[in-house]
């Protein structure tokens, strides 16, 4: 089982060699009825999600989504990491900021979401407090042999 880990007074960045990603690898989710390009930029890759969105497709039950898979890579084996900032306005809560998919014991193996200000692991552990209305850094490290995720 995945165990989430938590703080390191290290820049968890050290040691990490770049992966080269092309538009290839990525398959953007967004509301079915909106343009592309009034929700994700490149280069930045912004997203940016609202509450009466529609889902990605018609016929989903899924709430709503921008969203990012990033493919091309075997993520069953070794360690990898992704690193990304955030921005929740207030008001926001129950918003997953990142997730990874293929869980032992469920679909995923880890979520981050925010309620009211707060991040936390699923909606339980507290990981950081007061984050509405401000960019915050979001670095994961999935340790697929050892069966562990570090978050910071």
Known sequence: MWEP???????P??????VPLTEENFVLQK??????QDRYKNGLRR?????????????????????????GYDYTSGVWQFEGYAFV??????????QILGGAQ????LQLRI???DIRYYS?????????????????IPDVGNGKVSFY
């Open 5 to 11: 880990l938590h703080l390191c007074g290290a820049d």
């Open 13 to 18: 960045t050290d040691g990490f060699a770049r």
């Open 31 to 36: 509301p079915y009825d909106v343009p592309l």
């Open 47 to 71: 997203f940016w999600v609202y509450n009466n969105d529609k889902p990605f497709k018609p016929d989903s039950p899924t709430r709503p989504r921008t969203e990012v898979l990033i493919t």
């Open 89 to 98: 306005p207030k008001g926001t809560s129950g918003a997953t900021i990142v």
């Open 106 to 109: 469920s679909a995923t193996t």
């Open 115 to 117: 309620y009211n200000g």
């Open 124 to 140: 339980s552990k507290l990981v950081a407090t007061d984050l509405y209305d401000k960019w915050f850094r979001v670095n994961i």
